[in-house]
């Protein structure tokens, strides 16, 4: 072929792969462009016909309505969500960190010395396969003997417990790729296993690391069953309340609603986008060598 | 190592495993004891059965539940829904991440971009696809225009449409976890052996089929198993949008078990569903690894 | 007919200046070293060649037709990568199979050219087996091996000895020569170890940050370094280098630097220089009468059986490395008598590092 035509080839070829991505990426952003879209829309367009892609009149009133409540101009009152907010994340953020901490322990030590017993492999496995509607039932009559129901730390080790399998499992994937040659020096210059641990093991895997943290606290974030199931009243997390805006007598509050949900989901982004390239290389779950 | 040195470090082992030992124990062992005692006893609490009162039926709630349709209805249509997602998951996934993986003007932004329904809690995400599907939404706007007449189902409400939503919001949730995993598998193929094929003749057809999917196998094997397991126990939305209708037309495992368990009560009876379940899961998977894998795992 | 040739290469990396304008024409059959410090360019220079890279700037030709468009896989050359790049989820037998099972051939006839190839390098024992299980010179032989099954117009060779320990880097060398010799075809073989250059090579290119510093017969070069940085790099000794001034003398001139005082016969700078001599080992005679270049003082002394390696000083901390046929003994601390041989003394400028005399 000659050069000009080869140069024609190249260049459509790569034009059509780059808009074929572009048209993909656009249409994946849809759904979250169209609720963002609504949280700036008044309620008189909601739910117009046509739809209106663009609001034709914006509005921070939804916002105003998550941030303060209402009453009065809407059917019910709605407290503030605010307090539901700081809920989600005080608990998403202690059960993360202590799942990841418990995680790290027990994936050294199942990794350096290969322990068995209760966490072995297969028992981690297992949980993850059983449908959690089964043990919610189980769950809360052990709660409500250790009058757990409803409270903050009811919930976090909930939580942790249903996310430190995961931790394991992941952190155990990246401790497997430590080098033995770091461990071998560092017990050649006398440092203590804590030593070890924390100096030589802990860096490596920094970037499964990153990522385990990210995977558990969008898990914990999100989660709704458990909080749906364990807890409504003194603890409410954002995940009910967006629920309770979804269904109620007087209608959808679709506008509040899109409002709470992106800023339920922006910090999750924000941490996700700050990570991801830690998540580019992380997740070959220890099957292949970098 | 001296004896004592080893006795130390065995012990220093064993403490360290310890918190996670003592959380398995509490948090997933005896909720299952409790399980298993469960399904093999009638206990029924708001029939006034209190705990202690509850009479030891072995095998019954088994066989019962396994001679409810809907149970094996709700099991079916789980699994339907969920090799549906896997499916186009993996066709969008594998997609994006071989052209991504190449020189692509913008990667640094679209890469960020395309992960972000991740991060999305699934309430969240139900919410929005509520949105785009209700009755005066975009997505009837756009069928209008194509179909060139008024399109107004109600999804929701649809006994067959309403699958539909649930299935395309799965698949927008989690699509980027399986973009993830293979992205990284691709990323971590050495260059030289790509520019190899190239330079002994091969395609990029060939060299994706002969080059680049073996080595993903594994990857791809665990990455369907752990997508599998999550897709299986969908509840979140079905909960949000469907309530498992019109009917029982949207009616996952999960949401059958959440039904019977706690709006009826029927604890021991789904349990029983419950065991039924993780045996045939463990089934599954364990054929499904082998024949992937070739060997044990 | 030059079968390559590449015209005004250029290329940048960021801020980077990889090529320089780069002009290159190998000839069919050549044995062509391309040689350079890291950073200079050759990897980038192969990948072109190759087609991995485009060029900014500059024309790529195969026998006369612009190949600069034209993908890896159709300019029909073989390659191997410093990493072998052997595919690692593959036995021998279908890496080696690889180029001909892509274009469909006949099965028969893939594992007949297969056979062919693996006895000719000898691993016919190592078929079965998957790069992991097999050592670096067998590794070494079936990415050769990888190459040959397309019959392919020339070779490229990219660092391949780098992971090799030293006694296999010397055997494999040998190895690749014979292959050269047997096919007759082109070679272009990229390295930083210009050792290797002057036994094999027919054609050797020196680079440095991105352009061509000289290049052509490496006894040629090793003749007459056009720049002080060719002759420091190039050569299996370092060459001694001593600077100094050049002071005219009627038709005629003194070096004077550094303890010498070399008379420059038929070399005659307009004015004083500032400049840098050198010499190599071998080429520095020690005369105990009537040595006129300087005087020394002998150092130490290594045996190296085939010759003597002498460390002379002749200023205060300033060493001379002197190569000698084992008969010259001198003792340690003698003073002895220093003789450059005229015809191989180079002289460079001491600014800029370019050749002063022919």
Known sequence: MSSKKLIVKNTSRKVFVHLFLYIITASLLFPLFWMIMTSFKPSTEWVSYPPTWIPNDPTLSNYIFILFGTSGNFARTYASAVVPYLNTVFVSVTATFIALVVGVLGSYSLSRFRTRGVSSLISIIMPRMFPPMAMIIPMMIFFQVIRAIDTYWGLIIVYIGFTLPYSVFMLKGFMDNVPKEYTEAAMMDGLSEWQILLKVWIPVIKNGLMTTALFLLILNWTEYTFALTLSSREVETITLTLAKLFSNEAGTYYGPQSALGILAAIPTIIFGIFIHKYLAYGFTFGTLKK | ?297 | MPELVLKNISKKYGSNQVLDNVNLQIHDGDFCMIVGPSGSGKTTLLNIIAGFSKPDDGEIMFDGKPVNQLPPRDRNIGMVFQEYGLFSHMTVRKNIAFGLEIKKNNKKDIEKRVTEIADWLKIRKLLDKKPAFISGGEAQRVAIGRTLINDPVFFLFDEPLGNLDANLRSEMLTEIKRLHINLKKTFIYVTHDQEQALSIANRVVIMREGKVIQEGHPKEIYKNPKNIFVADFFGIQAMNLVEGDIIPQGNDSLFKGEGLNVKLKKYSPLRRTRAILGIRPEDIILEKKAGEDGIGTISSIEFLGDVNQIYLMIENGKFLIVVTSPEVKPEVGEKVKISLKDNKIFLFSKENGGRLNT
């Open chain 2, 1 to 297: 190592m001296s004896n004592q040195i080893k006795r130390k470090t065995l012990q220093l082992n064993k403490v360290m495993l310890l918190p996670t030992n003592v959380i398995m124990f509490f948090l997933i062992i005896i909720p299952t004891i409790l399980v298993i005692w469960f399904s093999l006893v009638n206990y029924q609490p708001n029939l006034g059965l209190n705990f202690w009162q509850s009479k030891f039926i072995f095998l019954e709630n088994y066989i019962k539940i396994l001679q409810d349709k809907a149970f094996l209805y709700a099991f079916l249509r789980t699994i339907i829904i969920s090799v549906i997602c896997i499916i186009v998951e993996f066709v969008i996934g594998l997609l994006i991440a071989s052209i991504l993986s190449g020189e692509i003007l913008g990667k640094k932004i679209i890469f960020p971009i395309l992960i972000i329904p991740l991060m999305i809690p699934p309430i969240v995400v139900g919410n929005n696809f509520w949105l785009i599907f209700s009755a005066n939404g975009p997505v009837n706007q756009i069928i209008s225009n194509i179909l060139n007449r008024e399109f107004t189902v109600s999804w929701f409400s649809h006994p067959q449409f309403s699958i539909i939503p649930i299935i395309l919001s799965e698949i927008w949730h989690w699509y980027p976890l399986i973009f993830l995993i293979l992205f990284s598998g691709l990323a971590n193929i050495s260059i030289s052996e790509i520019r190899a094929a190239q330079i002994l003749g091969a395609n990029e057809w060939q060299i994706f089929w002969r080059i680049k999917f073996p080595k993903l196998k594994g990857i791809i094997a665990i990455a369907l198993v752990i997508r599998m397991m999550e897709a299986l126990k969908v509840f979140d939305i079905i909960h949000l949008l469907t309530r498992g209708g019109p009917g029982t037309n949207t009616e996952t495992i999960s949401y059958y078990l959440f039904k019977y368990g706690f709006q009826y009560g029927r604890v021991s009876y789904i349990s029983a569903g419950a065991w039924i379940i993780l045996f045939i899961s463990l089934i599954s998977f364990s054929l499904a690894l082998r024949s992937i894998l070739g060997k044990e795992r």
